[in-house]
């Protein structure tokens, strides 16, 4: 008995553990993307000598000067904000999609007109598909872009 009520305690304080979450539209999820774990983002340029000695061990932990580090962790920067200021759309103004070049996306917006309503629910569906998968090709050309847009920054700067 003492098993069962328990149990039962168990469940009824964790009811909602497999419902659905709800969103608001008005909902904004930030992420950390960051290369090197983003340990060194906000790169010392004053002489705060704490801060020059963890960029110094950090840089020496990676198995590079500290000039070389501050370059890497430019070139991430300049890297994230080309893909996050990268859009792709796909599909058409009656039913498509436009997104960032992050992966996944933290633009992502769905465009339904009142036309596009009207093709039915399985044409909506399948002409939103063929979207997202023309925008997330163009991602992955933009992500390449950007990548190497960062190696020409790292080879004009060394």
């Given at each position: 008995?003492?098993?069962?009520?328990?149990a039962?305690?168990l469940?009824?304080?964790?009811?909602?553990?497999?419902?659905?979450?709800s969103?608001?539209?008005?909902a904004?999820i930030?992420t950390?993307?960051?290369?090197?774990?983003?340990?060194?983002?906000?790169?010392v340029?004053?002489?705060?000598?704490?801060?020059?000695?963890?960029?110094?061990?950090?840089?020496?932990?990676?198995?590079?000067?500290?000039?070389?580090?501050?370059?890497?962790?430019?070139?991430?920067?300049?890297?994230e904000s080309?893909?996050?200021?990268?859009?792709?759309?796909g599909?058409?103004?009656?039913?498509?999609?436009?997104?960032?070049?992050?992966?996944?996306?933290?633009?992502?917006?769905?465009?339904?007109?009142?036309?596009?309503?009207?093709k039915?629910?399985?044409?909506?569906?399948?002409?939103?598909?063929?979207?997202?998968?023309?925008?997330?090709?163009?991602?992955?050309?933009?992500?390449?872009?950007?990548?190497?847009?960062?190696?020409?920054?790292?080879?004009?700067?060394?």
């Amino acid at each position: 008995m003492k098993i069962f009520i328990t149990a039962a305690a168990l469940l009824i304080a964790s009811s909602d553990a497999f419902a659905p979450a709800s969103f608001s539209r008005g909902a904004v999820i930030t992420t950390q993307r960051n290369m090197f774990g983003g340990s060194a983002s906000g790169l010392v340029e004053e002489e705060d000598p704490e801060k020059q000695k963890a960029m110094e061990a950090q840089a020496k932990a990676m198995g590079m000067s500290v000039d070389e580090f501050q370059l890497a962790m430019k070139a991430r920067e300049r890297l994230e904000s080309d893909i996050s200021g990268f859009r792709a759309t796909g599909g058409t103004d009656d039913i498509g999609v436009e997104m960032d070049g992050n992966s996944p996306p933290k633009h992502l917006v769905f465009k339904l007109s009142e036309s596009g309503k009207a093709k039915g629910k399985d044409e909506v569906s399948k002409e939103f598909s063929a979207a997202i998968t023309e925008a997330i090709a163009k991602c992955k050309e933009g992500r390449k872009e950007a990548t190497a847009n960062m190696i020409k920054f790292i080879q004009s700067n060394e």
